[in-house]
Nanobody, 121 residues
């Protein structure tokens, strides 16, 4: 099991940028695939970006070209750089981890507590 703590959320104007961080502890960070989900009010939680143990990345179509997911194994931290933010990006963003080579389609092993991102128009 790995403990995940997000930071970096806040209020930003449309067109602006934010970088979310997810600090991991309690287990070997490098053996986990990492992902960022978001949940807007009244909507289902959705996976917006993921990065596997070998560094390959995937993005939801809605954020492709605007968001970048990365990981720093030395710091046990995953990041989500969010650029060209839109009001529809407003949501609570959750860091997630999945053990080994599994994908998030098989389920999430560990969740962070979430961080609010609000984009004003």
């Amino acid at each position: 099991q790995v403990q995940l703590v997000e930071s970096g959320g806040g209020l930003v104007q449309a067109g602006g940028s934010l970088r979310l961080s997810c600090a991991a502890s309690g287990s070997i960070f490098s053996i986990y695939g990492m992902g960022w989900y978001r949940q807007a009010p009244g909507k289902q939680r959705e996976l917006v970006a993921s990065i596997s143990t070998d560094g390959s990345t995937n993005y939801a179509d809605s954020v492709k070209g605007r968001f970048i997911i990365s990981r720093d194994t030395a710091k046990n931290t995953a990041y989500l750089q969010m650029n060209s933010l839109k009001p529809e990006d407003t949501a609570v963003y959750y860091c997630a981890a999945v053990r080994g080579s599994r994908t998030f389609s098989t389920g999430v092993d560990d969740w962070g507590q979430g961080t609010q991102v609000t984009v004003s128009s």
